[in-house]
């Protein structure tokens, strides 16, 4: 069967430069290129602007649900820093200083807040007043203040360089004296949240380097933003207006080819369309990244195309329930301590409603990802009603699940290595959380992969 390529219309023949892939990493390269005069056209291959932070229409609710859920950080400045140039960085607004409710399952409840002192001494003060801990456990993250002293004057990154690359997370912390307990309802938490990989299996340096981004620096770098909108309209739409508003072109359900002389990109097919660019970003996922250069890819991309498709992924599965009476729920968000989900968020009372939708999420869900909805459906209710045991009483009138097989790469000590911006190929960069961020896949490894693509496309 021969394929046919689609028909794609309003394109131009020439562009400043072309990004291809929608996502955070997409979109900052695209936004960074374009505040500097730069006529941009973007590609995406899905139906939806947004990558893997995206929305979708549920059919029975008509609600707008996300693909999963996505929390910001103080830290996260690359990330609010594009938020504000959209004009939505009061759309995901931070707390004046890191609060987080734990529960296990016994049903206890356990809030860390950190008063108002300079970094570190919040995080010490607030855990060391946790109720969640015993007096054995609080004085162990006391353990800690060296390391969170040498941030400040090495910085995070310097840290992380530091660590060994074979150690595992959990080896760094037994290693730093932290007590079981501690780890269970604090460091185990953080670290399945973002690296998105059990802390026994993921390698320490990147953990060192959140560890060192969210604590070391200021005291509101560790406070949590959640979007009060869905994603699309985070980023990826106004990303759009953005950019049409300057000429640009944004255009889906389109695949993207680069083709090149040889040694430098000379533009994109899109669909049966040619767009000249000496410019060309490749912000896609690892996974999707061989499909740009069909059965001709370039000599000078060799190393990289066999690394991104040796990459192993790490996925999250999101329950999604709809209850008839969700509002004993502690908050608009709760951490869960044991078992196989990690996170309750209240989605319709983020989003500025009744708490009826929430949604619960397990990350490096391995074993999630191969059951059946009705089980995991069930696995996550009977665990956030243990939890909280007032949400017993309510009744599930629809649930979603929603599974990611590659919501995140692998941060394994024997992954492959990541890649650098720059490219063996003249004119043709590199952008994603999976390039050399030295972070995880996180949204601001994303947003900061693309701010710099855009700059070393703006000086070649």
Known sequence: MVEVAPIVTGLPARADAVVIGSGFAGCAAAVRLAERGSRVVVVEEAPRL????TSFVD????????????????????TYELLGTLG?????????SLSVTMADDTGRTATLTCPPLPAPWHLIAGVLRWSALGVADRLAVMKLRRFLRDVQTHGAAGMAAAVPPALTVNAWLRANGQTDRLCEW???PLAIAALNQSPDVAAA????????????????????????VPLDDLFANPTRTFL???????VTRASARVTCDGSSVTGVRIGDAFVSAPVVISAVAWHAFGRLFGDTAPVALRDVLDHAAQMPSSPIVTVNLWLDDADELPGAFIGLVGGPMHWIFAKSQLFGGPVEHLSVVASGAVELLRQENAEVTAAAHAQMSRAVPALRRSRIRRAVVVREPRAT??????????????TGLTGFFLAGDWTDTGLPGTIEGAVQSGFTAAAAAASP
């Open 186 to 188: 604090l460091w185990g």
């Open 244 to 250: 049409e508003a300057r000429g640009g072109a944004v």
């Open 88 to 96: 939505m960085a009061e759309r995901a607004p931070l707390q004046p």
């Open 59 to 78: 059919r029975d609710s008509g609600e707008r649900v996300d693909n999963g859920q996505h929390a910001l950080f103080g830290c996260y400045r690359d």
């Open 205 to 228: 340096a990147p953990f060192v380097r959140v560890l060192g981004e969210l604590f070391a620096p200021d005291r509101q770098a560790s406070a949590i933003g959640l979007p009060a």
């Open 409 to 422: 790469f692998s941060l394994a000590p024997d992954a492959p290595a990541r890649p650098a911006t720059r």
């Open 50 to 53: 947004g990558g893997r932070a």
